[in-house]
């Protein structure tokens, strides 16, 4: 559980909790209980902040590489990772904490329309 606190704070799971799509009910025949998605986050985070592959998620994350991907799928199609880009910059925008001056703009966001300038 360390490894949950270390990349997904309780700052950042309230700034994030609210942004998750809710989830499908359970069907009464059972199933499996749905992982928490605070430790789904956690692990998410690691990988992006490691650079690893989905299957060098460490044991230590209680959860198994294969629902972690698919959750960090679900959630990068449902504009999750998009929203709390936002809101982390709205927080630290409003705290002073940006320094605008050496920001910069990545090109490979931008479309390229056939016969643009």
């Avoid at 994350?61 to 959630?75: G, I, L």
């Avoid at 709390?84 to 703009?105: E, F, K, N, Y």
Wanted: aromatic content about 8%.
């Amino acid at each position: 559980m360390d490894d949950v606190q270390k990349y997904c704070p309780e700052p950042l799971w309230q700034m994030a909790q609210p942004l998750l799509p809710e989830h499908p009910k359970r069907h009464q025949c059972g199933g499996r209980n749905r992982i928490d998605d605070r430790i789904l986050l956690a692990a998410i985070l690691y990988v992006l902040e490691a650079g690893c592959g989905w299957r060098k998620l460490p044991a230590s994350f209680p959860v198994n590489w294969k629902t972690a991907h698919r959750r960090f799928t679900e959630w990068t199609a449902a504009g999750v990772f998009t929203a709390l880009h936002q809101a982390t910059l709205d927080v630290l925008g409003a705290a002073g904490r940006i320094d605008w001056s050496r920001a910069s703009v990545d090109a490979m966001h931008v479309r390229a329309v056939k016969g643009g300038t």
